[in-house]
């Protein structure tokens, strides 16, 4: 449990948090979501007591361990290797290996039979609770983890620093998961993640036994992990009792109910007013009018939830007229350089009106192929075709990054004319991304991520295209600035072509979904559900229990009987080997696994007996046994499903020849 009372945080005048109090009950899945700068890393501060607050206390049970994804990694950790430093994820393990350590090399000095006594159970503790967290199967747990959230095996032995900063991002969120916490702490996991590792993460955390605090954008993890809501705005924390869904139902419904009953009081006081006003000057209603003063003095007003903070629109101007073709790609192929493709041989129809998201893990060349859409990069062979009055809008990953931080947003925008243009139309465009009057003055090194991207927005819209194509644009964009930008993608009659993480955008915004996998790329004529439910149907029929079917089935049933029983024989034949040389790998494994086991047991027996050993050398033998046990048990799990996969063949073919 994390109980908030009476907390309050200022920085520089400004209340971040002032007098809340909030309660986290063990077990429970909380989704902190408001805007942009309202205080929620600031509430992950406090707990973790990075940040001290100015007022008031938050209450944490001391045995409770928390996992929290850090923002920056301590540069001194850049050195050590991907798999090391994702490996290394419980930092007091090394404080108990070192009292272990200090315990086995004080132990055979020791004389007195109680002080002898209190050593051993405090070994035995120690190794007990080592265990108990998992330090023997931490570095397996890493690679798994590595490798659901897109990184190639091959990276593993890489220093951390030869990785972007994304990715070393998505190391240490592999970090944090296998430290397995009673208490994990999230926030934003998902921006630098594709679509297939926020799916994967999804189905990770929804396992997770202990209490989940997320603080983050992502409606679709939000609508999947949460169950209770926290919106933190204006230095206020109120407490929904329900997921994602029902907080915006909850708090729009009880807007309503609230302005309902602050209309009628208005209007009552109003009358009221208006009574008093017409008998206070006669004697006859004045005590009556006194009365009524005092009725209207009792009045309470009613206080409205105060509104997110998010004020800006998005309205994309009409685009200009093109033809029924937005472009075409005809059997590219790029690599950055020759001896290592990325894409190959690529080929695909983009018609006007379409609103394809590309999809895939990370460095399968999602962003590459914008780029060539847009002539930022130059195929090795094949051509992209744009359409006939195709007009291109083209938003960066790093677009935002991009602006002058002395200009003002006018003066931003205003760069982004042709030479000799007209501003006439400026301001115009200014208003449709939420700028007018004195905020076109604002200098944009004070904005915040949300009005960069509407600034650069503006930017690409002072020359209307009707082609956009878009590089993660929810990126840095709170809750309601991701739907308005929804919205208008939407409304918006053009071509777009986007790349995005987000899976609720992707769902609502797209129409079509091009997905990339290693050296295919594969268009499915359908949203994101649609896709979801097709490339799972896929996957189904490409299981050991659905092999996927060998093309040729007509000449196939043109085979005599005598051809059939043949080739059943010879299936038969070579299955039959397969399965002897199975047998003998899982039974080859098993006997390796028992005898492993004995010598585990001998030597806990020894550790466990009070006599005078050579603890250092049995601890090391101990720890090479636990490792070669591992392997010995995830080879066999992997033999062993193989063998079971050769019965179930063997099964089918002696089936087919009964028949």
């Known amino acids: 449990m994390i109980d908030f009372q009476g907390v309050s945080k200022s920085y520089g005048g400004r209340d971040i948090l002032k007098d809340v109090s909030f309660r986290i009950n063990d077990g429970e899945r909380v989704g902190i979501v408001g805007p942009n700068g309202a205080g929620k890393s600031t509430i992950f501060g406090i707990v973790t007591g990075i940040v001290r607050p100015d007022a008031g206390a938050v209450a944490?049970?001391?045995?409770?361990?928390?996992?929290?994804?850090?923002?920056?990694?301590?540069?001194?950790?850049?050195?050590?290797?991907?798999?090391?430093?994702?490996?290394?994820?419980?930092?007091?393990?090394?404080?108990?290996?070192?009292?272990?350590?200090?315990?086995?090399?004080?132990?055979?000095?020791?004389?007195?039979?109680?002080?002898?006594?209190?050593?051993?159970?405090?070994?035995?503790?120690?190794?007990?609770t080592i265990e108990h967290l998992g330090a023997y199967h931490l570095e397996q747990e890493a690679a798994e983890t590595l490798g659901n959230l897109g990184f190639d095996p091959k990276s593993f032995a890489r220093p951390m620093h030869e990785f972007s900063g994304g990715w070393q991002m998505r190391a240490a969120l592999a970090r944090v998961l296998i430290s397995h916490p009673d208490v994990l702490l999230l926030d934003e996991p998902s921006n630098y993640l594709d679509v297939p590792a926020v799916e994967w993460l999804c189905r990770y955390l929804n396992t997770f036994p202990?209490?989940?605090a997320l603080i983050s954008h992502d409606r679709f993890l939000l609508r999947k992990l949460v169950r209770t809501t926290l919106e933190v705005n204006r230095g206020a924390v109120t407490r929904y009792a329900g997921g994602y869904d029902y907080y915006c139902r909850e708090r729009d419904s009880r807007r309503k109910l609230l302005e309902s009953a602050k209309r009628n009081l208005d209007r009552r006081r109003g009358q009221m007013e208006r009574v008093i006003e017409r008998f206070r000057a006669k004697s006859t209603k004045a005590a009556q009018a006194k009365s009524w003063m005092k009725k209207l003095d009792k009045l309470e007003d009613v206080d409205l939830p105060e509104s997110l903070d998010y004020n800006g629109v998005i309205r994309f101007p009409q685009p200009p007229p093109g033809g029924t073709e937005a472009a075409r790609i005809e059997n590219l192929s790029f690599g950055y350089s020759p001896d290592k493709i990325l894409l190959r041989d690529v080929s695909l129809d983009i018609a006007a009106g379409d609103k394809i998201a590309f999809i895939g893990?990370?460095?399968?060349?999602?962003?590459?192929?914008?780029?060539l859409l847009v002539g930022k990069l130059q195929p090795l062979s094949g051509r992209v075709v744009l359409g006939h009055h195709s007009v291109i809008g083209y938003q960066a990953q790093e677009f935002t990054e991009l602006l002058n931080d002395?200009?003002?947003?006018?003066?931003?925008?205003?760069?982004?004319?042709?030479?000799?243009?007209?501003?006439?139309?400026?301001?115009?465009?200014?208003?449709?991304?939420?700028?007018?009057?004195?905020?076109?003055?604002?200098?944009?090194?004070?904005?915040?991520?949300?009005?960069?991207?509407?600034?650069?927005?503006?930017?690409?819209?002072?020359?209307?295209p009707n082609f956009l194509i878009l590089d993660e644009p929810t990126t840095h964009l709170d809750l309601e600035a991701r739907e308005l930008l929804q919205e208008a993608l939407v409304r918006f009659p053009g071509t777009v072509c986007f790349v995005s993480h987000d899976i609720e955008f992707v769902r609502a915004v797209a129409t079509t979904i091009v997905a990339l996998t290693p050296?295919?790329?594969?268009?499915?004529?359908?949203?994101?559900?649609?896709?979801?439910?097709?490339?799972?149907?896929?996957?189904?029929?490409?299981?050991?229990e659905n092999p996927a079917r060998p093309a040729g089935g007509a000449v196939a049933d043109e085979m005599t009987a005598r051809e059939r029983r043949q080739q059943r024989a010879h299936a038969r034949q070579e299955i039959s080997g397969a399965l002897k040389k199975a047998r003998a790998e899982v039974d080859a494994l098993e006997k390796n696994m028992e005898t492993l086991a004995d010598r585990r047991k001998v030597l806990v027996a020894k550790l466990s007996s009070g006599m005078k050993l050579n603890f250092a050398a049995l601890k090391k033998e101990l720890a090479q046994i636990e490792a070669q046990l591992t392997d010995a048990e995830n080879r066999w799990e992997i033999a062993a499903t193989e063998l079971e996969a050769l019965r179930q063949e063997n099964d089918r073919i002696n089936q087919k020849a009964v028949r």
């Open 60 to 128: 944490i049970p001391r045995d409770h361990r928390i996992g929290i994804m850090r923002q920056k990694i301590d540069v001194s950790e850049l050195p050590r290797t991907l798999l090391d430093f994702t490996a290394d994820a419980i930092p007091e393990l090394k404080l108990y290996e070192n009292e272990l350590h200090g315990i086995e090399e004080k132990l055979e000095s020791v004389s007195e039979d109680a002080e002898l006594d209190r050593m051993l159970r405090r070994h035995g503790h120690l190794q007990s």
């Open 210 to 212: 202990g209490t989940l």
């Open 361 to 371: 893990y990370n460095g399968l060349g999602k962003t590459t192929l914008l780029k």
């Open 406 to 464: 002395e200009l003002s947003v006018y003066d931003a925008v205003r760069g982004a004319l042709p030479p000799a243009a007209s501003t006439a139309n400026l301001m115009n465009v200014l208003g449709s991304f939420g700028f007018s009057g004195e905020e076109t003055e604002k200098r944009c090194g004070v904005l915040s991520g949300g009005e960069r991207i509407r600034v650069q927005f503006a930017r690409i819209f002072v020359n209307p």
């Open 519 to 544: 050296g295919k790329t594969t268009k499915y004529f359908g949203n994101y559900d649609y896709y979801a439910e097709k490339s799972a149907a896929a996957q189904r029929e490409n299981t050991p």
